[in-house]
Nanobody, 120 residues
């Protein structure tokens, strides 16, 4: 069964850092484009960053977040620095085509999500 498993979320103060991990299970992340999205209650899932043949970032996280991939670990990471309260959300990773796009429906495999809470 192909799936993704996120980890690394938690509670952090504003200005702090977290590193999220997205591990492939039955799925080789280097064969897909992997995107990070986030969602707060009542709102749509929002693109954050993605890595495939291209790398994209949402404007709101440029210069603060860095996405990377470790093929040996079959894992994609999202390093989040200078966190803000508005970064609070459940973060999901998804796997789709190798061309990174902003739309969640372009991704066929998802993890269960990991909660990130940034206190002011």
């Amino acid at each position: 069964q192909k799936q993704l498993v996120e980890s690394g979320g938690g509670l952090v103060q504003a200005g702090g850092s977290l590193r999220l991990s997205c591990a492939g299970s039955g799925l080789t992340v280097s064969s897909y484009g992997v995107g990070w999205f986030r969602q707060v209650p009542g709102k749509e899932r929002e693109f954050v960053a993605g890595i495939g043949w291209n790398i994209l970032y949402a404007d709101s996280v440029k210069g603060r977040f860095t996405i990377s991939r470790d093929n040996a670990k079959n894992t994609v990471f999202l390093q989040m620095n200078a966190l803000k309260p508005e970064d609070t959300a459940v973060y999901y990773c998804g796997a789709g085509t190798d061309t990174i796009r902003h739309f969640p429906w372009e991704y066929g495999y998802w993890g269960q999500g990991t909660q990130v809470t940034v206190s002011s």
